[in-house]
């Protein structure tokens, strides 16, 4: 069964870093594919990152030198590390489990979800 739960939202001022948290169980972790997407109000989900179930990452061109992916394989959990954020990062981000492919992330490949954190950043 796929489980995914987020945490580490919360408001920064732009510059500021957060550092959000998926928890998963094995399951899921050695299974599928899981992405970081973001939902911005009047907005659609826009994908941000991935973890291929082999580990390996990748990034959205938008935050590709400012977001990295961390593991815990222990822990069955990734974190995203936002640094150098802007007022264009405000979303409401969903840690979700799926497949990968191709960029840009398509959220119809993902299809189990996470409750979301959100994350404001103030200008």
Same mark, same amino acid.
């Given at each position: 069964?796929?489980?995914?739960?987020?945490?580490?939202?919360?408001?920064?001022?732009?510059?500021?870093?957060?550092?959000?948290?998926?928890?998963?169980?094995? !399951?899921?972790?050695?299974? !599928?594919?899981?992405?970081?997407?973001?939902?911005?109000?009047?907005?659609?989900?826009?994908?941000?990152?991935?973890?291929?179930?082999?580990?390996?990452?990748?990034?959205?061109?938008?935050?590709?030198?400012?977001?990295?992916?961390?593991?815990?394989?222990?822990?069955?959990? $990734? !974190?995203?590390?936002?640094?150098?954020?802007?007022?264009?990062?405000?979303?409401? !981000?969903?840690?979700?489990?799926?497949?990968?492919?191709?960029?840009? $992330?398509?959220?119809?490949?993902?299809?189990?979800?996470?409750?979301?954190?959100? %994350?404001? %950043?103030?200008?």
């Amino acid at each position: 069964q796929v489980q995914l739960m987020e945490s580490g939202g919360g408001s920064v001022q732009a510059g500021g870093s957060l550092r959000l948290s998926c928890a998963t169980n094995r !399951y899921t972790w050695s299974r !599928y594919c899981i992405g970081w997407f973001r939902q911005a109000p009047g907005k659609g989900r826009e994908g941000v990152a991935t973890r291929h179930s082999t580990g390996s990452t990748s990034y959205a061109d938008s935050v590709k030198g400012r977001f990295t992916i961390s593991q815990d394989n222990a822990e069955n959990t $990734l !974190y995203l590390q936002m640094n150098s954020l802007k007022p264009e990062d405000t979303a409401m !981000y969903y840690c979700a489990a799926g497949y990968c492919g191709y960029w840009p $992330l398509s959220d119809a490949r993902f299809s189990d979800w996470g409750q979301g954190t959100q %994350v404001t %950043v103030s200008s």
